[in-house]
């Protein structure tokens, strides 16, 4: 292959180049981006759940009803702010994308995934760039909360199973997540182009199949190495 001399790159040429790939990327967020952190928006609200809400509103009403008698109002707030989380992390976990997120969680639960985080892998193989936007969308909270991304991450602990009241995100998990991350699955656009550039599925269908179960590997490696070392 020939290469041209190399040479101090002017500065009009890094401004333009510069310019570029950011308005590259901003087209990209304003679409790709946009369009899928919508999707799992509506897949995480639909359904609705009524009955749930039916439930729990009950359950607090009669709360309030008997928290004269049986508590004082910090309690109240307490045991209130306890059915709202609960009743919150049903509706989630019943809406279709929870319901896809329960279905692979088994087969990622030993590389010390949750759902929450098998739906990001899932997404990000649109584009990469979408795994931060969808755990964005899976940890949002209401308006009041001021509370970043991370913050919410590293407060989320298991709700029930063997693992209930374990942090969801710990260093260990972090590490065996980014190392999933950064080694599967690439996105659809490298995918398609390998296709062109190659005239057939087949290295396309290696590509996804090998770097996934590398991935795969790696992480699960990393983390029950980990665990056993006490990480």
């Known amino acids: 292959m020939e290469l041209p001399p190399y040479r101090t790159p002017a500065l009009k040429s890094i401004l333009k180049q510069t310019w570029f790939k950011g308005e590259q990327y901003l087209r990209k967020m304003g679409t790709i981006i946009l369009m899928a952190s919508l999707i799992i928006w509506a897949l995480g609200y639909f359904p609705q759940g009524k009955y749930i809400d039916e439930q729990f509103d009950n359950k607090i009403t009669v709360l309030q009803q008997e928290s004269s008698q049986l508590t004082t109002n910090p309690e109240l707030e307490h045991q209130i702010n306890q059915l709202l989380a609960e009743k919150k992390r049903l509706k989630q976990e019943n809406s279709f994308i929870g319901r896809l997120g329960k279905f692979v969680e088994p087969a990622i639960a030993p590389l010390g995934f949750d759902w929450k985080m098998g739906v990001a892998i899932i997404a990000g193989s649109a584009a990469k760039e979408i795994v931060v936007s969808t755990l964005g969308v899976l940890y949002q909270t209401n308006d009041e909360d001021e509370q970043g991304l991370a913050d919410r991450m590293k407060e989320q602990t298991y709700m029930e199973g063997s ?42 269908l290696f590509l996804t199949v090998y770097t996934t179960a590398l991935a795969y590997l790696i992480s699960l490696g990393v983390y029950q190495i980990g665990s056993i070392l006490g990480f």
């Open 163 to 204: 693992r209930a009241g374990n942090k969801v995100f710990t260093p260990l998990v972090a590490i065996s997540f980014m190392l999933f991350i950064l080694i599967y699955f690439p996105c659809i656009a490298v995918v398609a182009a390998i296709k062109n550039e190659s005239g057939h599925w087949k290295w396309s």
